[in-house]
């Protein structure tokens, strides 16, 4: 079993950047893909980026490309999403899962973390 933790949020201007970290607790931890997904009051949940068991592989979202970077380290069972020149529409909270097989699908994941709210005023 894996726990997720997820700290890092807050409130910050467009153009601004931040930092979200995952911890998780576990000895599989390095078998799992770890993704984020972001949700707005009102929307579904939406893929962000996710990360390979390796952190060879990583994975992004059209909106996001090129702004977030998604990173891992296994020896600390810590996942990172930097966050560059963020805009108003990344507000949402902020969700880290683990999964072992699709990575774009929010239902294939098995298990989540509490959310870490992200707000960007214009």
């Known amino acids: 079993q894996v726990q997720l933790v997820e700290s890092g949020g807050g409130l910050v201007q467009a153009g601004d950047s931040l930092r979200l970290s995952c911890a998780a607790s576990?000895?599989?931890?390095?078998?799992?893909?770890i993704g984020w997904f972001r949700q707005a009051p009102g929307t579904e949940r939406e893929f962000v980026a996710a990360?390979?068991?390796?952190?060879?592989?990583?994975y992004y979202a059209d909106s996001v490309k090129g702004r977030f970077t998604i990173s891992r380290d296994n020896t600390k069972n810590m996942v990172y999403l930097q966050m560059n020149n963020l805009k108003p529409e990344d507000t949402a909270g902020y969700y880290c899962?683990?999964?072992?097989?699709?990575?774009?699908?929010?239902?294939?994941?098995?298990?989540w973390g509490q959310g870490a709210q992200v707000t960007v005023s214009s």
């Open positions: 899962g683990a999964t072992l097989s699709s990575v774009r699908i929010g239902a294939h994941y098995v298990y």
């Open positions: 990360i390979s068991r390796s952190g060879g592989m990583s």
């Open positions: 576990g000895r599989t931890f390095s078998t799992y893909i």
